[in-house]
């Protein structure tokens, strides 16, 4: 570790972690043409120590980041691009007079920020909420009106590339559109229309509420996040409040459920779904659902929570263990107008045993014999650090399990092993080494890079092999970090086939630094900055960030890179590639073999009719993703929303929602479905197996 990076006192983090742990409002979000001045004891301002704080962060990002950015006019127009879009991200508040009005701030932030200068990051958010009062008086007015849903017009519920509204006139028009079609989501619900106004009157009431509650701390911790992730998507400032959830309160957070959220415009965001919980072993609530209501029990009525603070949503969810609590959610797959469908967990608390590694034997036919696959899934990379420091016998450690497996496997003569990655966003750095060395000789894994240059090889120190016989590893485009590393390494080494979808890409390093260290002379806390500082590079030189790890064997997807992973972010660090290491490749699998996989795959994908099925369910999905206007038409909507529901079911075949089975082994316990991917990966080791028998035998 290098010296500055001792003065940071850092923490370093190694897993796929959600973007901007931000608990402030952002709203989904806008305000005659400039707006007029307001009582200037209503409008928010910043302190003398948030000042001090912009200044000290400026500096610390631009001398220690990995990426070696300058304040000038062109990060100073990123950042302010960011900032308009936290506040005003649907373009449905501000009017194009107001955005024209701050310009004159554009390629100024870069001097502000040094400067310790909120003005104009404080000017803006102020004129936001004149313009979102005028807009809650004309919601309040427009909802004592009953729509007629007769008339054949549309709305494009996508409003990114949409402009802001250049008049009154236009934004009325605009926002009788928006409350026409969530009016009619809720009608296609089978609600009276007595009970959809009374739901809509109460979210916008939640609204208000969410708005009024805005302190000067949020809009603070929203314009540094302009900054901070302009330079890259994992670099945050945490105001103290979310900072200390961040670091103290995440247990507490997933207490009930097992779930971790985020507030994300009108919704609040599932960021990560805890391995052992609730949600994890129902497979009913996934990372980046929205949840739209929560209820109480079996039979508790169910509130409404958009717009609402993540806190407040925690607070409803949470509950003693074996209690009931319902959620109304939107899918990420959700096409436009799809209503949210509703789940049931029971609480429970949270075991870490159920984090950890588990196995399983499938069996399969291939070309008329019979294998058996042993599956191991790993959800995280974890470890016990305090149990290793300790030298404690027994410390829970994912190589420590996955080595029992893979012994226990070899002992019911499993033909060959899969290991799942799946979902799995990363963890422990060290654990992601040592569980390559069971698969390897002794060699190098992973290579670190800090923004100076100066590189350092991690290496598996012990020639011992656990396992040489035949693996695959399964991944898919939210296996991140330490995912990828192990991925990396396992294919460089064509020690295994990598099988599945293209893999997050996240291939940097970050560090916590509490900024009350480099200001001790705060009597309160000031909150903290998660910095990236380094990137990983594979032992051939290739980086993982951005492109992630190509699978041998590429399944279908419902996941694009364009929408999901690093390579969505504009801000994300590029690829690159650095120097290769020596290493010593093994000679089982090579060309020839990996061409015979991929034409036998291909054949599958034509002749299996559930891979038939699969591959053409996903390609409609797709298509229906990107039409985002919808009908404010009832009978019309009615169909598209019968069509968006059969196409969303096509993203669920490819993911490992399942059900899952009784842990307590009872004859009751409901059926497993088909895991499609699985069993392809199963598959195609049969093939290897089949393949590589030939080999040897020629």
Do not use: C
């Not at 909420?129 to 008086?137: G, L, N, P, V």
Request: charged share 30%.
């Amino acid at each position: 570790m290098k010296k500055y990076l001792v003065t940071l006192l850092p923490v370093l983090m190694l897993s796929f972690q959600p973007d901007s742990p931000s608990g402030a409002f952002t709203p989904g979000n806008a305000l005659s043409n400039v707006a007029q001045s307001s009582d200037p004891a209503d409008e928010l301002k910043p302190t003398v120590s948030q000042e001090k704080v912009e200044s000290l962060v400026a500096k610390l990002l631009t001398t220690y980041h990995y990426r070696k950015v300058r304040l000038n006019d062109s990060l100073s127009s990123v950042v302010w691009d960011n900032y308009l879009k936290e506040v005003d991200n649907s373009k449905t508040y501000l009017l194009a007079s107001d955005v024209a009005a701050f310009e004159k701030y554009r390629y100024q932030i870069d001097d502000a920020l040094v400067n310790g200068d909120l003005t104009a990051a404080y000017d803006l958010y102020n004129v936001f909420r004149k313009r979102y009062q005028e807009r809650s008086d004309f919601i309040k007015a427009q909802l004592k009106k009953p729509f007629s849903f007769t008339a054949d017009e549309t709305f494009n519920t996508d409003r990114e590339k949409a402009a802001w509204p250049k008049t009154i006139e236009e934004q009325n028009e605009l926002w009788r559109k928006i409350l026409k079609n969530q009016e009619l989501e809720l009608r296609l619900g089978n609600r009276k229309d007595s009970a959809v106004v009374a739901l809509m009157s109460q979210r916008y009431a939640n609204l208000d509420k969410a708005i009024n509650r805005m302190k000067s701390a949020d809009v603070f911790q929203m314009y540094m996040n302009s900054f901070a992730e302009a330079l890259d998507p994992h670099t945050n400032y945490l105001s103290p409040s979310n900072a200390d959830r961040f670091n103290q309160e995440m247990s507490q957070s997933l207490e009930g459920i097992g779930a971790m959220l985020r507030e994300d415009g009108d919704y609040i965001r599932v960021t990560d779904v805890l391995p052992g919980g609730p949600a994890f072993k129902s497979k009913l609530l996934n990372k980046d659902d929205k949840i739209a209501g929560v209820a109480q029990g079996d039979n508790g009525a169910m509130v409404n929570t958009m717009n609402w603070q993540v806190d407040d949503v925690v607070k409803l969810i949470k509950g003693p263990k074996g209690t009931v609590v319902r959620l109304q959610i939107i899918s990420p797959n959700a096409l436009a107008g799809a209503p949210p469908k509703e789940i049931r967990l029971v609480r429970e608390k949270i075991k870490l045993e159920e984090q950890r590694a588990k196995k399983e034997v499938i069996e399969l036919t291939d070309n008329g014999r019979p294998f058996r696959i042993g599956v191991i899934n790993i959800p995280m990379f974890y470890r016990d650090f305090e149990g290793a420091r300790k030298r404690e016998e027994g410390f829970s450690s994912t190589t420590s399990d996955v080595k029992k497996f893979v012994e226990e496997l070899k002992g019911e003569k499993v033909d060959g092993i899969v290991i799942d990655l799946r979902d799995n966003g990363g963890g422990s750095l060290t654990e992601a080494i040592n569980l390559t060395g069971l698969f390897i000789p002794k060699g190098p894994v992973v290579q670190v890079r800090e923004s100076t240059g100066e590189t350092e090889v991690y290496t598996d120190p012990d020639p011992s092999v656990t396992y040489d016989g035949p693996m695959a590893v399964l991944v898919n485009r939210f296996s991140a970090s330490a995912s990828e590393i192990f991925a990396a390494a396992i294919q460089d080494y064509k020690r295994g086939i990598i099988v599945g979808g293209q893999t997050f890409g996240k291939g940097t390093v970050q560090t916590l630094i509490d900024l009350n260290q480099w200001l001790p002379k705060e009597p309160e806390k000031v909150g903290q900055v998660k910095m990236t500082i380094q990137k990983f590079y594979r032992i051939n030189g290739s980086s993982t960030q951005h492109k992630g790890v190509t699978p041998d064997i590429e399944l279908p997807s419902a996941f694009s890179a364009e929408e999901y992973g690093e390579s969505s972010q504009p801000s994300a660090l590029p690829w690159d590639h650095i120097g290769s290491t020596r290493y010593e490749q093994s000679h089982a699998l090579d060309d020839k073999i990996l061409s015979r996989l991929r034409e036998r795959f291909e054949q599958r994908l034509k002749s299996d009719p559930e891979m038939k099925q699969l591959t053409q369910d996903l390609a409609d999905f797709k298509k229906a993703k990107e039409n985002t206007v919808v009908s404010l038409q009832e009978s019309k909507r009615r169909k598209e929303r019968e069509d968006a529901e059969r196409k969303r079911a096509a993203a669920s075949k490819v993911s490992q929602i399942s059900t899952p089975t009784d842990e307590t082994g009872t004859a009751n316990a409901p059926k497993k479905k088909k895991d499609l991917y699985l069993n392809e990966a199963g598959l195609v080791l049969a093939d290897y197996i089949l393949a590589a028998n030939v080999a040897v035998n020629k």
